[in-house]
């Protein structure tokens, strides 16, 4: 009987860069399958190919199915997969993308333990939004008034300039169509900004719930992430998407979306804001891509090898060695 993927499992440096592939791919009321290292989607339309190696992000709509081998392969490239609902523009489930090292993570992990330095991450993501102002001795309270009064006066600036009206923001959960095109615009922007966020968190083996603005929730560091790119890449693309009329205003905002972001090489931005927002505190050689490898903690924070026996001090020109399972 014959097997799928018997080659053997691809290691990061083999892959194609988060930063160079393709942001994201909606697919809806179609069947996914695999056929050698591409992903297939047959519809009543036909078949058609798709390289998984260059997908940063699979969103999966309503009436897809998807077998095993497609989600290995994609698993095996790093591609992340996102369950969305009816147009795209409600988070279900994500699959988690290859990774290998736990640096960034333990990075990460390591400034949000500490109430000080979770707050100079912080105040550090706000001086991404706005760099003509100094946050550095701003209390998080004052960080969120900065914060809300930056998207109300986006809102106001996109509805001049578009010519769509705007009177505030206002979400129906579980009701998509209840919203005006504008709003149903922004929350198909923001859905899939909240993608394309957790698929690059989840490829730098980041921790999706550990948050430095948000709190609370399994997605927080995501949140935190998407937020940075709402003003300038977000939003705008979904007005110009509501200005071109109200029909089908979810799908025209995803092809707009993905445009802007494809032409701002928004996956390769994020990826550098992550490492320069969770490296900030390591020295220079340390904010190079560790090694894929595994190490034991001894004592003063020193790293040992692994696959060692470490019970008895080892003997001159013999060391003890036990086998890795």
């Given at each position: 009987m014959s097997t799928v993927g018997r080659r053997g499992t691809s290691t990061p440096r083999e892959l194609t860069r988060v930063g160079d592939r393709v942001s994201?791919?909606?697919l809806e009321r179609c069947t996914i399958h695999r056929e050698d290292n591409a992903i297939t989607a047959t519809d009543a339309d036909g078949v058609t190919h798709i390289p998984s190696a260059t997908i940063g992000t699979l969103l999966l709509g309503p009436g897809t199915r998807v077998t095993h081998p497609a989600m290995s392969v994609l698993g095996e490239c790093g591609a992340g997969v996102v369950w969305v609902g009816e147009r795209g523009v409600r988070f279900y489930a994500g699959g988690r993308a290859l990774t290998r090292s736990s640096h960034l993570l333990e990075a990460q992990a390591t400034a949000w333990a500490n109430r000080r330095t979770r707050l100079d991450v912080a105040r550090a993501m706000y001086?991404?939004?706005?760099?003509?102002?100094?946050?550095?001795?701003?209390?998080?309270?004052?960080?969120?008034?900065?914060?809300?009064r930056r998207v109300k006066e986006?809102?106001?600036?996109?509805?001049?300039?578009t010519g769509v009206p705007?009177?505030?923001?206002?979400?129906?959960?579980?009701?998509?169509?209840?919203?005006?095109?504008?709003?149903?615009?922004?929350?198909a922007a923001a859905q899939c900004m909240y993608g394309i966020a957790h698929t690059?968190?989840?490829?730098?083996?980041?921790?999706?719930?550990?948050?430095?603005?948000?709190?609370?929730?399994?997605?927080?560091?995501?949140?935190?992430?998407a937020d940075l790119y709402k003003t300038d890449i977000g939003i705008p693309a979904a007005f110009d998407a509501a200005a071109q009329g109200e029909e089908d205003v979810a799908a025209r905002t995803r092809r707009a979306l993905r445009d802007r972001i494809n032409t701002a090489g928004l996956?390769?931005?994020?990826?550098?804001?992550?490492?320069?927002?969770?490296?900030?505190?390591?020295?220079?050689?340390?904010?190079?891509?560790?090694?894929?490898q595994v190490s034991l903690q001894s004592d003063g924070g020193l790293l040992v090898e692994s696959g060692r026996n470490y019970?008895?001090?080892?003997?001159?020109?013999?060391?003890?060695?036990?086998?890795v399972w």
């Open positions: 994201f791919v909606y001086r991404l939004r706005f760099p003509a102002d100094d946050p550095s001795t701003r209390t998080r309270q004052q960080l969120l008034n900065m914060e809300g986006c809102y106001r600036h996109e509805s001049v300039r705007w009177r505030r923001r206002d979400y129906h959960h579980g009701d998509f169509a209840a919203g005006d095109p504008a709003n149903q615009a922004v929350t690059v968190v989840a490829a730098l083996g980041c921790a999706a719930g550990l948050g430095f603005v948000h709190s609370g929730h399994e997605r927080s560091f995501v949140l935190d992430i996956l390769d931005r994020c990826v550098r804001d992550i490492k320069g927002l969770l490296l900030a505190h390591h020295t220079p050689h340390e904010t190079d891509d560790a090694p894929d019970d008895h001090p080892p003997i001159e020109g013999h060391a003890w060695e036990e086998p």
